[in-house]
């Protein structure tokens, strides 16, 4: 009888470990799939020399590529509700620094891509240990970045 029950231990000990590891695993690849997004993001704006005037949603040449780039990498994010009306398909885009010499406007961008720490079935799995709320675990992490200068002649 003792030896059942240490090797039941065993066994729950062995599977607390791979839980976190492929917990460890999943947010690795989000992290990884958000940074080759956000990389992918700013090379288009840099590459195409795009300055986006007001709020880059209604810019429709970026809303494509952002678009394009998300079905790339299988990418879907809802935008953080602290976002506001700047994010879109979980990307946000935001002007640093914009300044004007000799009629030659130079602009430079944030890119914000958001990944989700919702892991379902961790939530779930707490959700039956434990009498409180777990809502603290959901929402995103941001993944940023900021474009070279970007020249508006």
């Not at 940074?35 to 840099?46: C, G, Q, R, S, T």
Request: aromatic share 10%; with cysteine; net charge positive.
């Amino acid at each position: 009888m003792r030896e059942s029950i240490g090797g039941v231990f065993m066994i729950r000990v062995m599977l607390v470990f791979i839980f976190l590891y492929v917990c460890f695993i999943a947010i690795a690849l989000n992290l990884a799939k958000a940074f080759k997004m956000k990389n992918d993001i700013v090379d288009y704006l840099e590459k195409n020399q795009i300055a986006i005037s007001g709020n880059y949603a209604n810019d429709v040449r970026v809303q494509g590529a952002i678009s394009d780039i998300a079905s790339k990498y299988k990418y879907v994010v809802d935008c953080p509700k602290n976002s506001g009306s700047s994010c879109s398909n979980g990307v946000t885009i935001k002007e640093s620094d914009s300044y004007s010499i000799n009629g030659i406007t130079y602009h430079c961008y944030d890119v914000e891509v958001y990944i989700n720490r919702d892991l379902g079935f961790l939530k779930a799995l707490l959700s039956l240990t434990s009498s409180s709320s777990n809502d603290d675990m959901s929402g995103t992490w941001a993944v940023k970045g900021k474009t070279k200068v970007i020249v508006n002649g």
